[in-house]
Nanobody
Framework: QVQLVESGGGLVQTGDSLRLSCVAS??????MGWFRQAPGKEREFVAA????????IYSGSVRGRFTISRVNASSTVWLEMNSLKPEDSAVYYC???????????????????WGQGTQVTVAS
């Protein structure tokens, strides 16, 4: 049984950086991703990574600023966020699939397990 726990969120200023971590208990060799959700808005794809750590994808709004990474096929995945903007403020969720997909997915329903979320607030 897979459980995901995110940490690293907090209150920062515009232009600051944060590094989020997601620790999985219970082994999965599936894909992993990060999503975010602001109050009153639907969950938004941020980034995803293959279990091998070789292939990554990003949403256009974060590409060039955020980096998703994992060490080999370890149970910990990081999201490094740089040049943060107020519109990045949201609860960030880690997600994992039971099995790797042929192509990384940007759709929440493609993932089987979710963490509780960690709040990121970027002040002006």
């Amino acid at each position: 049984q897979v459980q995901l726990v995110e940490s690293g969120g907090g209150l920062v200023q515009t232009g600051d950086s944060l590094r989020l971590s997601c620790v999985a208990s219970g082994r999965t060799f599936g894909d992993m991703g990060w999503f975010r959700q602001a109050p009153g808005k639907e969950r938004e794809f941020v980034a995803a990574i293959k279990w091998t750590g070789v292939t990554t994808i990003y949403s256009g709004s974060v590409r060039g600023r955020f980096t998703i990474s994992r060490v080999n096929a370890s149970s910990t995945v990081w999201l490094e966020m740089n040049s943060l903007k107020p519109e990045d403020s949201a609860v960030y969720y880690c997600a994992a699939s039971n099995l790797p997909r042929m192509t990384l997915s940007t759709t929440p329903t493609s993932y089987d397990h979710w963490g509780q979320g960690t709040q990121v607030t970027v002040a002006s």
